[in-house]
């Protein structure tokens, strides 16, 4: 009874946004278990649909931030040697990073490439780029970036370590390419379904 109106909204609308945030932490903390005990059967793969089915779901952060996302070079792509739903776990961190990151008006470039027994994925902004600093740490459990300049950024600091594990899983590589100011590009190799 002491909140009402505006106050009481606005305060509904915190909590609110707060309990999500621990869902989302806990789900992510529980997945991060998850694939340390159970080596899941991995299956043919469509990378391209997994990764088109990650830009639907993003398309209105996307476009809140005004970003564009391009996917290129999608033609032709093989399956790859996975569990759909954790490499959809391990995109959705890369390309949530990539609009997060990126200024406004910017564009997301995601390519694919198949060479010999792998197929690689790239997602790529042109936005903040990582502080050769923190660059060492950035896959490590809760380190994010809070504030650049005066845009400050929300986010738990898990999502590039989920994604680190994921790939590790899959016997496959995660790289990383970064200039401060210039943008960053994550690219990931995987196995070809054989």
């Known amino acids: 009874?002491?909140?009402?109106?505006?106050?009481?909204?606005?305060?509904?609308?915190?909590?609110?946004?707060?309990?999500d945030q621990i869902v989302t932490l806990t789900n992510d903390i529980l997945f991060l278990q998850e694939i340390e005990l159970?080596?899941?059967?991995?299956q043919p793969v469509n990378i391209v649909e997994v990764v088109q089915n990650v830009i639907t779901k993003y398309a209105g952060k996307a476009g809140e931030r005004?970003?564009?996302?391009?996917?290129?070079d999608a033609s032709n792509i093989p399956n790859v040697q996975g569990d759909e739903q954790s490499l959809e776990r391990a995109i959705t961190a890369l390309v949530d990073n990539a609009i997060k990151f990126s200024a406004p008006n910017g564009v997301v470039d995601i390519r694919f490439a198949s060479r010999e027994n792998h197929v690689i994925v790239s997602v790529e902004d042109h936005g903040i780029g990582i502080d050769p600093k923190i660059r060492p740490r950035i896959f490590d459990r809760f380190v994010h970036l809070e504030r650049s300049g005066d845009e400050l950024f929300g986010g738990l600091g898990i999502g590039l370590s989920i994604t680190r594990q994921v790939i590790q899983q899959h016997k496959g590589s995660l790289d990383v390419e970064s200039q401060l100011g210039k943008g960053s590009k994550f690219t990931i190799t995987l196995?070809?379904?054989l």
């Open 1 to 19: 009874g002491m909140l009402n109106g505006e106050q009481l909204k606005t305060s509904v609308d915190t909590i609110s946004r707060n309990v």
């Open 38 to 42: 159970v080596i899941p059967e991995f």
């Open 66 to 72: 005004r970003v564009t996302i391009k996917l290129r």
């Open 191 to 193: 196995l070809k379904w």
